[in-house]
């Protein structure tokens, strides 16, 4: 992999050139938008490459940002490239149609990777010609910030391709996972808005403030979740490991189970009593400062995850 | 609040010792076992508290080790203290025995604080002669790393003990949080094992490994919930806070909690399935020194949280 195109210089779109530059590769940034891709894509690439430099992720913030080169057409963009990351808007019809012309525009090698959140690859991976080197390779956003990527073949993607996608997105630093049915949300959105979904029902029907059930979480459970996940927390959880853990607790485990509330029925107006007191505390005019603050903490704690203590010493 | 009480000296009995005698109090550490008290509890106790030195929790180890005194006296642990906390085996008869000796044998103004974590304080609390005194003070396992605590009221608790146990826990250090109506698993459990639910569903019926979704939560959830809420997540990712996050994301959450399976019934042979390549990883045999890597990585998480930069800046 040497040369890259990313299809689309959104929010996603723009990490995922940053996170292909940082790692050497020569980046076609495609979008439709010329004026929008000179004006606000690079200025906003260069203040985040900086951003990153000083936390130690980027070496040459200027060198990198000269790799990604912006680009309005289409086929100058994928023609010779060796990967095409789409992350362009969430409609089937769009990405179909996009898919077509990336198919017929790229070479028959070429790796041709979907952004796509909510729309799995079979609505619009199903006419191509060379199917065999489509999947979706879904990210967090942003990418440059948050290494899970969830890979998850289309109708006609080949064992090839998945593995060839997984060993890149590995050198590139993401952590790749492999969905192997295609579900809606995949694992990440549907492991968060499971907890959210009962966080909702929790708040709304009086158990605790959201502030608190916040708290719970930085203050409680993700203090385990930064380095070990569920299945590793409750291994060390009990003497006889995971499966002690589920002889002992598997039982309390399912009659709460059976109780949650994921599908609780909430309203706009019980978001509204969510939304008020975080926007006192991070008003809305701030948002953007507060996001940047956000990655910058981020950053710094996967700086502290990289040089903790390795569970083998 | 001077003097301390700590019944029952087991995983969390000793825990809890350490977090009040590292505040300066006196802590009376009761267990009707004096053997095991003094041959294991006590070096157990000397031994965190060095890796807390050295993590920089605790001033003086010496000195802390000797505020715990330890006692095989019920009557002498508790008749001169400022507050109880209880943390006996998780059994109604057994804690309701306990609490009517404890109502007996205190001070009437001594707080009477219970670490249940799944009995509800009403099925032990309601015979009391004092109740308003009494309340829920549930740690997360173990509460010297883990600062979460929830705060309960049972059947006869007053405002001015539920402020008064939750200004002493501030004082801490520890970060309380108010559950407002009884509840199984209070909130931290319910949120933990309804995502761990959504995980065994996924697992069990083929959408991705166990490992692969624990590094879901480890390299993408956690990077996000370790200094933010899952409200305060959404806020930031919307350009008009959380409500817009709702506007615009809350369909595709709902659809998610819809087919959600949280009370998917997983078998003892899913369990094994996610348990061997656990305990390859982290031997059944070395559980001992995985858990102390954990509690030093906690340690060291909490200091790099601490330090790192606030949302003011």
Same mark, same amino acid.
């Given at each position: ?61 200027? =060198? #990198?940002? %000269? @790799? ?9 963009? $994928?023609?010779? +490239? ?77 064992? =090839? #391709?998945? %593995? @060839? ?9 993401? $952590?790749?996972? +492999? ?77 709460? =189970? #059976?109780? %949650? ?53």
């Amino acid at each position: 992999m040497r040369k890259i195109a990313c299809v689309g210089a959104g929010n996603v779109g723009r990490s995922w050139a940053m996170v292909f530059a940082r790692a050497g590769l020569q980046v076609q940034l495609y979008d439709s938008d010329a004026t929008a891709l000179q004006r606000d894509t690079m200025p906003l690439i260069k203040a985040s490459l900086a951003d990153q430099a000083d936390a130690g992720l980027v070496d040459d913030a200027a =060198a #990198t940002a %000269a @790799r990604i080169v912006p680009c309005t057409d289409l086929e100058t963009a $994928v023609r010779d +490239v060796d990967y095409v990351q789409e992350s362009v808007y969430e409609d089937a019809g769009l990405k179909r149609e996009l898919f077509g012309q990336l198919d017929a525009l790229s070479r028959p090698d070429c790796i041709l990777a979907s952004s796509t959140s909510a729309i799995p690859g079979s609505e619009f991976m199903q006419a191509l010609q060379f199917p065999e080197r489509a999947l979706v390779v879904h990210p967090v956003n942003p990418p440059h910030l948050i290494p899970l990527v969830e890979l998850c073949k289309g109708p006609g993607t080949s064992d =090839a #391709t998945l %593995a @060839r996608a997984n060993e890149f997105m590995e050198s590139l630093g993401q $952590v790749p996972i +492999v969905v192997r049915k295609e579900i809606a949300g995949f694992i990440l959105n549907r492991l968060q808005f499971t907890l959210v979904g009962e966080l909702m029902h929790l708040v709304s029907t009086g158990f605790c403030s959201a502030e608190d059930a916040d708290k719970v979480v930085k203050h409680g459970l993700a203090l385990r979740w930064a380095f070990l996940g569920p299945t590793e927390v409750a291994h060390l959880n009990a003497s006889e490991g995971f499966l002690g853990f589920v002889d002992g607790l598997g039982d309390m485990m399912k009659r709460l =189970a #059976t109780d %949650a509330k994921v599908d609780y029925p909430w309203t706009r107006g019980d978001a509204e009593q969510i939304h008020a007191p975080l926007a006192k505390h991070m008003p809305i005019e701030q948002i953007g400062e507060f996001q940047r603050w956000r990655d910058r903490r981020i950053m710094a704690l996967r700086e502290h995850l990289a040089g903790a203590e390795s569970p083998s010493k």
